[in-house]
């Protein structure tokens, strides 16, 4: 193709269209991303971009631009005339003066934005747990299905007399597949663990212990949660609460990590409850910069399946909730 191009403005070559096209996509990922996010998610400050994706984009659009550029001579050609013309002089002595000027006084502010130390106050309280929205009458939430209560144990001794216990709407399809091939064997077996076999042979035997059905429903909610946890936090917080998970390492502050002693101890269980129940969006303006991407696992989980959830994450991580204060 000539300088008539028919694809470019008169007057536009490539090498301006090369420069307003790096701005515009420094503009839009710097400014304009961050600017849509407070719209998108409501929140009261924008989403940074990490300087990761920025140089990324703008590697990809330096790329593309030499690719464009060098597709043909007359492309290339085109490309260098302006600088041609610069050197040569063909703009006036007045725009080398003021390359001079212009150029070492953008590097020198460059280096100096980039070295010199920001001391800025933070421009909110910044809390590891943020809790001014956290409301007062959660604070003495207990757990349901750690301490299920008397008529709980018994409706479970009768479901298990009948082959008939229920499980999570999520575990209907594996326990299917366990039972066709165990036909002749209870359901709970497929939990395998010390306090259910002691259960099924009292069971058997018809001399049910209630404390004995109390630790059995115990396990079998604990069972629950494992597996909601495998579903839904496992890529995050990773297999044993470490958050070390598959995703971890995609996000600008990395999961909480349940095995530390600063985390789940030092929280009361109904502070757990409602972290996991509003996730990120729930968090109050002190979050930041604590920001969390957990999503809002009321939309998805039922109250049962949420609890059961932060049973595992305890278990997991080896940990027990704080006693409130009242206690």
Not at 169 to 180: A, F, I, K, M, N
């Amino acid at each position: 193709m000539s300088e008539k191009d028919p694809q470019l403005k008169p007057g536009f070559n490539r090498f301006w269209m090369a420069i307003v096209t790096i701005l515009a996509v420094l503009v839009f990922v710097e400014w304009i991303v961050p600017a849509a996010s407070r719209g998108i998610t409501g929140l009261p400050f924008p989403l940074t971009v990490p300087r990761t994706l920025l140089l990324i984009y703008m590697v990809l659009t330096l790329i593309a631009l030499f690719l464009f550029i060098t597709f043909s001579d007359e492309y290339l050609d085109e490309f260098w005339q302006p600088l041609k013309r610069f050197l040569r002089g063909d703009f006036g002595t007045g725009s080398h003066t003021a390359a001079l000027v212009i150029v070492p006084l953008l590097v020198a502010w460059w280096v100096f934005d980039l070295k010199m130390p920001q001391l800025e106050p933070p421009l909110a309280l910044r809390i590891q747990h943020p809790s001014s929205n956290f409301p007062k009458s959660s604070e003495d939430l207990k757990n349901p299905y750690t301490e299920p209560s008397e008529n709980d144990v018994k409706a479970f001794i009768q479901e298990a007399k009948a082959g008939q216990v229920g499980f999570i709407p999520q575990l209907t399809t594996d326990l299917e597949s366990w039972r066709d091939m165990n036909p002749d064997s209870h359901i709970l077996e497929a939990i395998n663990t010390g306090p259910i076999r002691e259960f099924l042979v009292d069971l058997e035997d018809g001399n049910v212990d209630q404390e004995s059905a109390k630790l059995a429903l115990v396990e079998k909610n604990l069972f629950e949660g494992r597996a909601l946890y495998a579903m839904n936090c496992r890529a995050c917080h990773g297999d044993s609460a470490f958050g070390d998970g598959p995703m971890a390492d995609g996000f600008k502050l990395r999961p909480i990590n349940f095995t530390d002693n600063g985390t789940l101890e030092t929280i009361v269980e109904g502070y757990t409850f409602w972290r996991v129940t509003n996730g990120g969006p729930g968090l109050p303006t002190e979050a930041t910069p604590w920001d969390s991407a957990m999503p809002e696992w009321k939309l998805s989980l039922t109250e049962e399946q949420r609890w059961k959830i932060i049973m595992a994450e305890y278990d997991l991580a080896q940990k027990t909730p704080r006693i409130p204060e009242a206690h």
